[in-house]
C-alpha cells in the first residue's frame, strides 16, 4: 500500500479540484462575468461622472468582489458531500485539515486569483488612476484569501441545508465586514495619494489571523455536518 | 468543589434552580432598575455639555454592555456544549440568543436617538457603531443556523461554532473607541478608581447595570427552563415536573 | 417644575422615545420568555399525553 504524505495528499487534492473546475469552464467564468456586471450597475445606477466614479470605486470593487466570491464558495464543499466524496475523503486516513486547506487554496486560486487578475479591467472602468492598481490588486488578493477562508467555514456549517447559499451570505459577510473596510480603505487611500501601508498592514493581520484559525473552524464545521 | 459545576450538566438541577432563582433575580432587578430610573432621571444632575439628553446613558450603556456580556456568554456556553458535550451549555446560548439580540438592537436605537442631538446625525459609520451593528448581525445570523438543521443536537453544535467564530467581535466594539479616532466617547466607568462622573451621575448608572444584569439572569433562567423541557420532552422527571 | 421634567431641557423628543424603548425591550423579553417556557411546557405534556398509552 502506497504511503502518502501530508504534502502530496495536499497538492493531490488542489490538483484534482483544479481539474474539476478547469472541466466546467462556464461555472469557473460565471462569477467573473457577475463581478463585471455588478461592478457595471453601480456607474449606471448612480453616477457617470468620473470623479465621482473615483470615489465609490474602492467600495464598489469591493462589495462586487465579496457578492461574486459568496456566489462561488457555495460550490465549495457541495458537489463532494453531494456524492459521498467528502466522506470519503474524511475517512481516508488524511487528516480532514489537510483536505479542507487543499479545497480552500483551489478554490482561493480560481476565483479571488481570478478576480485579482481581472480588477485592472474594472478599475479602469471605475476610473481609478493605474498608480492605485499595485494596491488594489495587493489588497484584493489578500481579502480574497481572507474572504475564501471564512467562506470556507459557512460553506461547511451550510452544506446539505435547504437554502444553504441563503443562510451563507447571512453568516459570512458580517464577518466579512472589517475586511471590506481595510480592504476599500487601503484602494481609497491609493487613489487620493496618500499611504495605504496602514490599512494594508491591518489587513494583512487580518489575512493571518484568518488562514491560521479559520483551518479549525472550517474542519469543525465540516464534522459537525458530517457526523 | 466542582460538584455543583457537574449538577449544572443535569437537566433536571438546572430546570429546579432556574426556577427558584427567577424570583429573586426579578425582585432585585426590579429594585435596582427602579432606584436606577428614578435617580437618573431626577436626582442626577443635568450634564454640563450635554444637559438631561446625557440621562439617555441610563438605558444606552446598560443596553451596548449586555449585548456584549450575552453574547459572550453565548459563545461560551456554546463552547461547553461544544467541548464537553454538556447538553445545557446549548440550552444556555440557546436561550442567550433572543436577548442578547434585542438589547444590541436597544443599544443601537437608544444610541442614536443620543447621537441625534449630540452629534447632529442619527447614525455614523464610526467603528464602535459599525462594530455594534456587526454584532445585531452576527446575532442574527446564530438564531437562523441554529433551527436550519433537521437534527437539532447538530444544529446546536452549528450554532455554537458560529458564535464562536464571532465573538472576535466582541473585543473589537470593546477597544474600538480606543484603537481609533471614533465620534463615540471613550470609557467612562472603566477607570478604576476614578471614574469621570460625580457620584450623583454614577450611582443610578452602576444601579441600572446591575438591574439589567439581574433582569438578564430572570430571563434567562425562565428561558433556559423552556429551552430544558423542549430537549428533554422524553425525559422520565419531565412527568414529575409539568404536573405542578 | 414638573413641565421642566417633561421637557428635559427641550431634549424631550429623545430622551422619552429612548426610556420608553427600553421599557418596551425588557416587557417584550419577559413577556417572549413566559410564552416561550408555557409553549414548551404544553408541548411536554401533549407528549406524555401520547406516550401514557403506550408505557404503563
Avoid at chain 2, 444606552?60 to 464537553?84: D, E, N, Q
Wanted: hydrophobic share 55%.
Amino acid at each position: 500500500m502506497m504511503k502518502v504524505g501530508v504534502w502530496e495528499a495536499f497538492f493531490l487534492v488542489v490538483r484534482r479540484e483544479l481539474a474539476l473546475s478547469f472541466r466546467r469552464p462556464d461555472q469557473l467564468l460565471q462569477p467573473l462575468v457577475f463581478f463585471l456586471i455588478v461592478t457595471t450597475l453601480f456607474p449606471l445606477g448612480l453616477s457617470v461622472q468620473l470623479s465621482l466614479l473615483r470615489d465609490m470605486a474602492p467600495g464598489v470593487l469591493w462589495v462586487a468582489a465579496l457578492l461574486s466570491s459568496l456566489l462561488s464558495l457555495d460550490a465549495l464543499f457541495k458537489s463532494d458531500a453531494d456524492d459521498g466524496t467528502l466522506e470519503q475523503l474524511a475517512l481516508s486516513g488524511q487528516g480532514l485539515q489537510v483536505i479542507v486547506m487543499a479545497k480552500t487554496l483551489a478554490h482561493w486560486l480560481v476565483s479571488g486569483a481570478a478576480l485579482v487578475l481581472v480588477s485592472p479591467l474594472v478599475g479602469t472602468a471605475l476610473a481609478i488612476p493605474e498608480a492605485a492598481f499595485g494596491t488594489m490588486m495587493l489588497s484584493l488578493s489578500l481579502g480574497t484569501l481572507t474572504l475564501s477562508w471564512l467562506g470556507a467555514i459557512g460553506a461547511g456549517l451550510t452544506v446539505g441545508l435547504k437554502r444553504g447559499n441563503v443562510l451563507l451570505s447571512l453568516i459570512v459577510l458580517p464577518l466579512a465586514m472589517p475586511l471590506l473596510i481595510f480592504g476599500a480603505g487601503a484602494t481609497d487611500r491609493a487613489i487620493s495619494g496618500t499611504s495605504a501601508a496602514g490599512a494594508l498592514y491591518l489587513l494583512a493581520a487580518l489575512c493571518v489571523l484568518t488562514c491560521t484559525l479559520a483551518p479549525f473552524a472550517a474542519t469543525a464545521a465540516l464534522r459537525i455536518t458530517l457526523e | 468543589m466542582w460538584t455543583w459545576f457537574y449538577k449544572l450538566a443535569s437537566p433536571p438541577y438546572v430546570f429546579g434552580v432556574a426556577a427558584a432563582l427567577t424570583p429573586w433575580f426579578a425582585a432585585l432587578a426590579a429594585l435596582a432598575i427602579g432606584y436606577g430610573t428614578v435617580a437618573g432621571l431626577v436626582f442626577a444632575p443635568p450634564d454640563y455639555q450635554q444637559g438631561d439628553a446625557f440621562r439617555i446613558i441610563y438605558v444606552h450603556a446598560p443596553a451596548a454592555w449586555l449585548s456584549l456580556f450575552a453574547y459572550t456568554t453565548m459563545a461560551v456556553a456554546g463552547g461547553i456544549g461544544l467541548i464537553w458535550r454538556i447538553k445545557m451549555g446549548h440550552a444556555v446560548a440557546a436561550a442567550t440568543a433572543p436577548i442578547g439580540a434585542s438589547f444590541t438592537l436597544l443599544a443601537l436605537v437608544t444610541g442614536s436617538l443620543w447621537g441625534r442631538p449630540m452629534w447632529g446625525t442619527y447614525w455614523a459609520w464610526d467603528p464602535r457603531l459599525t462594530s455594534e451593528l456587526i454584532l445585531l448581525f452576527l446575532y442574527v445570523g446564530v438564531m437562523s443556523l441554529r433551527p436550519a438543521f433537521e437534527d437539532p443536537a447538530r444544529g446546536d453544535r452549528a450554532a455554537a461554532l458560529l458564535s464562536i467564530v464571532g465573538v472576535v467581535n466582541v473585543p473589537i466594539i470593546h477597544y474600538s473607541v480606543l484603537w481609533w479616532n471614533s465620534l463615540h466617547q471613550g470609557a467612562t466607568v472603566a477607570k478604576i478608581g476614578k471614574p469621570a462622573m460625580p457620584g450623583s451621575m454614577l450611582w443610578p448608572l452602576l444601579s441600572m447595570l446591575l438591574g439589567f444584569m439581574l433582569f438578564y439572569g430572570a430571563v434567562l433562567c425562565i428561558r433556559v427552563r423552556g429551552e430544558v423541557l423542549n430537549r428533554e420532552r422524553q425525559a422520565t422527571w419531565v412527568r414529575e415536573a409539568v404536573k405542578s | 417644575m414638573m413641565s421642566a421634567f417633561w421637557s428635559m431641557g427641550g431634549y424631550a423628543r429623545y430622551v422619552w422615545p429612548c426610556f420608553g424603548f427600553a421599557g418596551a425591550v425588557l416587557i417584550w423579553n419577559l413577556w417572549s420568555a413566559c410564552g416561550y417556557l408555557a409553549a414548551a411546557r404544553m408541548r411536554a405534556v401533549r407528549a406524555l399525553a401520547m406516550g401514557a398509552g403506550e408505557n404503563v
